[in-house]
Nanobody, 131 residues
Framework: QKQLVESGGGFMKPGSSLRLSCAAS????????IGWFRQAPGQEREGIAC??????????YYARFVKGRFTISRDNAKNTVYLQIDTLKPDDTAVYYC??????????????????????WGQGTQVTVSS
């Protein structure tokens, strides 16, 4: 059974950094496209980043709004994907999810969230940014 478990969220101060983890089981992350998205209360889901399942070095894609504050990476040995978030802002407050996708959806070089029926995501991890 394919599963993803997110962790690493918490209560953070503005300007600080955080690394979220997405541990996979039942499949290999290197064989899959893994994305991160978030959902704030009362808001739509928002795609953040995706790391593709190429042979060789992984290709990463980011949503247009990211502007360098988010970095997605993968550790094949740990079967885990990470999302580093720097210079946290109150607007980053949301539940963060990782998702196993068929492929990274990209338009104009930017990642966008396009969930499909067979996609798998975890329970999410809450990130709250407040002074």
């Amino acid at each position: 059974q394919k599963q993803l478990v997110e962790s690493g969220g918490g209560f953070m101060k503005p300007g600080s950094s955080l690394r979220l983890s997405c541990a996979a089981s039942g499949f290999r992350v290197e064989d899959s496209a893994i994305g991160w998205f978030r959902q704030a209360p009362g808001q739509e889901r928002e795609g953040i980043a995706c790391i593709s399942n190429n042979d060789g070095p992984a290709t990463t894609y980011y949503a247009r709004f990211v502007k360098g504050r988010f970095t997605i990476s993968r550790d094949n040995a740990k079967n885990t994907v990470y999302l580093q978030i720097d210079t946290l802002k109150p607007d980053d407050t949301a539940v963060y999810y990782c998702v196993r996708e068929e492929l990274c959806s990209v338009w104009g070089g930017n990642y966008f969230l396009d969930l499909r029926p067979d996609d798998v995501w975890g329970q999410g991890t809450q990130v709250t940014v407040s002074s």
